[in-house]
């Protein structure tokens, strides 16, 4: 307990309520999570990137040759890396690095009031819980955030990247203010640097306010110790020169660049956000979350307004999908277009290949995810709907098993008939497991209610090898 009539300076503060804030509990929670997986738990960041609107895994991550010829995918099956492995020709440059990779081709998600809903299905992936419940669950980066805290006292402990729409449907939920998600939006950030007001007169107002805030951190006062550490923590982003450097992708060389996209007349808005999530887990942020959208203002794409994944219509067009008589999938441009999967092509396979090189991938858990598939069966509308009983996540990196298949479908990419199926619970539990903190162990609301993580999960077995 913190006697409030002892003499303390800021910095001693700042570590005494970095601990309290974690707690206990936490402490208690990664320790059983680090003896039940002593032998795997190599995370110390993660990097998600979120792919939104259900990416469709049968033109990607899971080929169907053998699909009935009206619906199937116009994108052969091509070699990857790995022997007997087989992606689409959408994804020839992340073939090469597939023996990088873990596919896990038996997700599903078996709840029907979440299956037709973005926002549901984003809140889904951001928290690898059901959103629907009573509480609100925490993003899984704000869980990782109060669990682990920070490694860069400059930096957020999570970052969110919010250029899709649905970066909106991340959640706080009971946790302090100081877990919150920092948001930025098209790589743009703003507000972190001192703007009419010098340094030493900013000084002298923050050592005050740490003073007066110590008579307040009696027991019971956790909403002033919450705010004196985030109030401490924007003090440091404000103040060091090397905040905004983490943010800063444009002098990163040419070589490096190319790796995320062809040349600078190519240069895509995705690869730069895939470059920026590197930037940032080199940097120190421990949870990152790149939710990648194409600018909508149509300027350089034309007819492309809603530029993610949901190909309700036309989604093998050569240009945009607004098409004469479309619906829900009007906005974006087919499947095969630069904008869409042959841009995410190049920059995850370049991310890969850059984290590989600069020693990223030894403790850095990197998920390529999406909220659910699209239909096996092509629709009225030249589109595939949302499909929800099978779809192909990512893993890389943190002793993930390297070039290795999970799961599979049938011959349509319709159903999974593999014996192991998993969820957005297991896949949350994957993430959670691998940094350490079990969620057989409930984390708590500030009425002291037991919740339990990524509910009914489990850790993905073949991601742990």
Known sequence: MINAHRHLDRRSFIGISMGGLAGLRAASSVNTAIAKYAHAVRAKSVLVIFEQGGVSHTDTWDPKPDANPVHRSPFKAIATSVPGVQFTEL?????????KLTIVRCMRQPKPNIGNSHPLGSQYIFSGSDPTGPVTIPDIGAVVSQQLGTTARHLPAYVLEGSGEQSKESRLGFLPASHKAFKIRHGKVSGLKLEGIAPDRFQVRRDLLANLNIGLLGEGKRDVRAMEEFAAQAEDMLTNPATLAAFDVAGEPDHVKQLYHPNEADRTHRGDLYMLGRKLIESGVRFVTINTQWPSDGKLWPGGSNMNWDHHDAIYSDNNTNIKGGGAGAGRWGIGTWPMMPSTDWAFSGLITDMDQRGLLADTLVC??????????????????????AFSIAFAGAGVPQGQVVGETDKDGAYVISPMAYTVEDYGATVFAKLGIDVEEPIFTPEDRPIFLAKGGRAIPEVFG
Request: hydrophobic share 30%; proline share 3%.
């Open 91 to 99: 994804l020839t440059r992340t073939a090469k690095v597939a023996d």
């Open 368 to 389: 390529f995810v999406t909220e659910f598939g699209r239909t096996p069966k092509i629709n009225e509308r030249q589109g595939r709907d949302h499909w929800v009983h």
